[in-house]
């Protein structure tokens, strides 16, 4: 690794629900040695411990909805004074709207600091709704396992985890399709947005995980 990969970096990964934001994120992260922040991870441990935050998001996320807009962007805020951003963050899953986009240049601007990229990840329609039907989620590690078609008997094998694999409820297919709309409604033209700001780099989010953390590392090194 090069010691350029340590200097400090704000990405955004953008991308349709199953387009591996998550999983190129959590890669990317360690690789650059930054924070890694995804919303749906947040709102999700929210709704694991009852929080009136957890309590008023569940609602939005099991009908595909997006969370408002002022709830999303002040966890967000918060989430980026903590210490390991020090070395910058990769947003996955955030913004998810321009006003999300506008919010988010405001707070940064505070902070005195700007986006280095955003990434946004091209996957066929057809290839996401496959992967989202066949994609199981650990109760207890959040870790992702791709790769089933039925319900696995077995439990997480990610590290020492043993936690239950259940099938997100926005996972299951009458609610895919909505949030593939609400994709192309509300998050899209954050491509727009952003080209027209100079930050844009289209990548190929096809193929295998590595084949796609290879083309990542390839677009973030010629931001350097
Ligand atoms: P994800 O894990 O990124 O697919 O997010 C799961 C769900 O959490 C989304 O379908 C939304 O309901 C909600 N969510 C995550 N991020 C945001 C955001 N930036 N704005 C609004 N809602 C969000």
């Given at each position: 690794m090069s010691t350029s990969m340590h200097c400090w970096r704000g990405i955004i990964l953008l991308g349709g629900p199953g387009s591996g934001k998550g999983t190129q994120a959590t890669l990317l992260a360690q690789?650059?040695?930054?924070?890694?922040?995804?919303?749906?991870?947040?709102?999700?441990?929210?709704?694991?411990?009852?929080?009136?935050?957890?309590?008023?998001?569940?609602?939005?996320?099991?009908?595909?909805?997006?969370?408002?807009?002022?709830?999303?962007?002040?966890?967000?805020?918060?989430?980026?004074?903590?210490?390991?951003c020090a070395n910058g963050f990769i947003l996955d899953g955030f913004p998810r709207t321009i006003a999300q986009a506008d919010a988010l240049n405001r707070v940064l601007?505070?902070?005195?600091?700007?986006?280095?990229?955003?990434?946004?990840?091209?996957?066929?329609?057809?290839?996401?709704?496959?992967?989202?039907?066949?994609?199981?989620?650990?109760?207890?590690?959040?870790?992702?396992?791709?790769?089933?078609?039925?319900?696995?008997?077995?439990?997480?094998?990610?590290?020492?985890?043993?936690?239950?694999l259940y099938q997100r409820p926005d996972d299951r297919p009458e609610t895919q399709r909505h949030r593939i709309e609400v994709y192309h409604e509300q998050t899209a033209p954050l491509e727009a947005y952003y080209a027209a700001r100079g930050l844009l780099i289209q990548i190929d989010g096809e193929g295998s995980i590595e084949s796609v953390h290879q083309r990542i590392i390839e677009a973030v090194r010629c931001k350097d």
């Open positions: 690789k650059l040695g930054v924070a890694h922040i995804s919303t749906g991870d947040l709102f999700r441990q929210n709704i694991k411990l009852e929080t009136p935050l957890g309590k008023l998001a569940k609602a939005y996320i099991e009908k595909g909805e997006l969370v408002p807009d002022d709830v999303t962007v002040s966890l967000v805020q918060e989430r980026l004074k903590r210490p390991d601007a505070d902070m005195q600091l700007s986006l280095t990229a955003v990434l946004n990840l091209r996957v066929a329609p057809e290839v996401l709704v496959d992967r989202l039907s066949r994609r199981w989620t650990c109760k207890s590690c959040g870790a992702v396992f791709p790769e089933f078609s039925l319900p696995p008997r077995a439990g997480c094998k990610k590290d020492i985890c043993d936690g239950e």
